[in-house]
């Protein structure tokens, strides 16, 4: 199965800074063919970006969508729109979104269901916070968040990212045991779900993932690539992701 690996840029970036990062990037990891290298910057950025990625190997993703393909949803972007800036993948369910902007898990699935419509792929984010973790509902979490936010939802195109609220941004990372466990976990509910079809859907490990982490995280049996956030803001430290080597 090939890697999955994404920036997470959120709130970061101008677009004369997005530009420069992508100069410095595309050359950095152009010779990398085992994984799919996806950039998501926020919404005033997606057109220079696309602009930027043009004849090269990385793929455009939005950090957001809107349910509806258009109307009176005064500062909200469609799936359409998104194909139109040229993006081939969206985040949806991201805990910012669902913290910040009380997105819960029936929202989400709107979410998801318009994009795939519109024919995006979908980045589809689950994860417990520390208190559910420390009672014990980690799995009770994840297990609802994706039953609902996958209700009447097809396998393609589809990349699920398990990411532990305690360790976004925190600099805490889940042990590479803790997160194989959670993935397996995860595999489990999506076979449920998809049958055999599960097997192809890749999960991404996202929590203060970084250079120094990442090759074993990566060593993990049911981890297939990493939704980057902080680290991805620097070419030199997403390029040193992106260029992983496995530990044995």
């Known amino acids: 199965m090939k890697y ?15 530009r420069e990062f992508l100069r410095s ?25 696309a602009e930027a990625m043009k004849n090269t190997h990385l793929q455009l993703s939005a950090q957001d969508v809107f349910w509806e393909e258009k109307g009176a949803y005064t500062g909200e972007i469609s799936p359409l729109m998104l194909l139109g800036a040229g993006c081939k993948h969206v985040i949806i369910g991201h805990s910012e979104r669902r913290q910040y902007f009380a ?31 420390e ?18 939802v ?36 999506l076979a449920n779900l998809y049958g055999s079809k599960a097997e192809n859907i890749r999960i991404l490990y996202g929590g203060s993932v970084t250079p120094d982490n ?13 939704l980057v956030g902080g680290a991805s803001l620097k070419p030199e430290s997403f390029a040193k992701i992106v260029c992983f080597k496995k530990e044995n």
């Open 4 to 18: 999955f690996i994404a920036a997470n840029w959120k709130m970061n970036k101008t677009i004369a800074e997005t």
């Open 154 to 189: 097809n396998s393609d195109n589809l990349v699920v990212a398990y990411e532990p609220i305690w360790a976004i941004g925190t600099g805490r990372t889940a042990t590479t045991e803790q997160a194989q466990e959670v993935h397996a976990f995860i595999r489990k509910i």
């Open 25 to 49: 990037i595309v050359p950095a990891v152009q010779g990398v063919t085992e994984v799919d290298i996806v950039i998501a910057p926020p919404f005033t950025c997606l057109p220079i970006a």
């Open 214 to 226: 990442v090759d074993g995280l990566m060593a993990c049996n049911d981890v297939n690539g990493a």
């Open 135 to 152: 009672a014990g509902k980690a799995f009770d979490v994840i297990k609802r968040e994706i039953e609902i936010g996958l209700a009447e």
């Open 103 to 133: 997105e819960d898990d029936a929202i989400v699935n709107r979410k998801i269901k318009a994009a795939k419509m519109a024919g995006l792929g979908v980045i589809f984010c689950v994860g417990e916070s520390l208190e559910e973790r």
